[in-house]
């Protein structure tokens, strides 16, 4: 349970976060490190059920950012804006599942403890096919199709 709230207070930082980048806070150096307690949050969970905590976490952070961004629409209709939050926060919740989930730093560790990526590394620098090489042949390929 503290797990769960700590995870939503650092989702929640990083909507505000985010938030005081654009007018009329305008705070532009805030955008190097908005994002960072999102992260953590979303790749210290454990990596069982990663895309959902992580869909729900951005979706938090998604509501809180538009919620504080898009204040001005409260004027028109206070309904209207809670719910134009919490359609466009779904679009950050998306990310936050594909962050969750395909670009967590833990996922899928082989049994050796080396991750996927590590292995793809290790294949490509025993190969000796050089990365400069495959990407020319490829540009070759895309032109001629």
Request: glycine residues 12%; hydrophobic residues 50%; positive net charge.
């Amino acid at each position: 349970m503290k797990a769960l709230l700590t995870r939503g207070i650092g989702a929640v930082a990083s909507g505000a976060a985010m938030a005081l980048t654009i007018p009329p806070f305008d705070f532009g150096g805030l955008v190097w490190v908005a994002l960072i307690p999102l992260f953590f949050c979303l790749w210290t969970a454990p990596t069982k059920r990663a895309g959902r905590r992580g869909f729900l976490l951005g979706w938090l952070a998604g509501i809180v950012f538009f919620l504080i961004s898009l204040h001005w629409i409260s004027v028109v209709s206070p309904a209207g804006w809670v719910a134009l939050a919490i359609y466009l926060g779904a679009f950050v919740g998306i990310w936050g599942f594909l962050a969750g989930r395909m670009a967590h730093p833990r996922r899928r560790a082989e049994p050796d403890g080396e991750t996927s990526l590590e292995r793809k590394l290790r294949e490509k620098s025993e190969s000796g096919t050089s990365h400069w090489r495959e990407s020319m042949s490829s540009l070759k390929l895309a032109f001629a199709v």
